[in-house]
């Protein structure tokens, strides 16, 4: 049984048939909010990758633009801290680059 985490839905989807690449669209999922506050519960913002040869980028902007978190790398999360200081609540923007397993590239954005 293969079980694969949704973020879009927050939740686990299972499959008893095993999911090839080329079966899946391509997609970059954010989750909508996380809570940076060490309980133990979605302390980390994570990027899930869904037929994606490579992460090109993956920022996060606070509301005045500045980029608060990059990575290349989608194991790498954020925490909500910049420059060792913990980021106030609110809104933030994320953006992604990747490139798809067929060697295109998708962009996304999203809060």
Not at 14 to 43: M, T, Y
Request: overall charge negative; proline content about 5%.
């Amino acid at each position: 049984m293969i079980a694969a985490f949704d973020a879009a839905y927050a939740g686990k989807v299972e499959s008893a048939e095993p999911l090839c690449p080329d079966q899946l669209e391509s997609d970059i999922k954010v989750p909508r909010a996380f809570s940076p506050n060490n309980d133990g519960h979605n302390d980390k913002l994570d990027v899930f990758l869904i037929g994606i040869s490579k992460l090109i980028y993956f920022r996060v902007y606070n509301r005045w633009g500045q980029i608060v978190f990059e990575t290349i790398d989608a194991a790498i999360k954020w925490d909500g801290i910049y420059k060792g200081v913990k980021q106030p609540v609110e809104t933030y923007v994320w953006m992604a680059a990747a490139q798809t397993a067929d060697n295109k590239i998708l962009t996304q954005r999203g809060e």
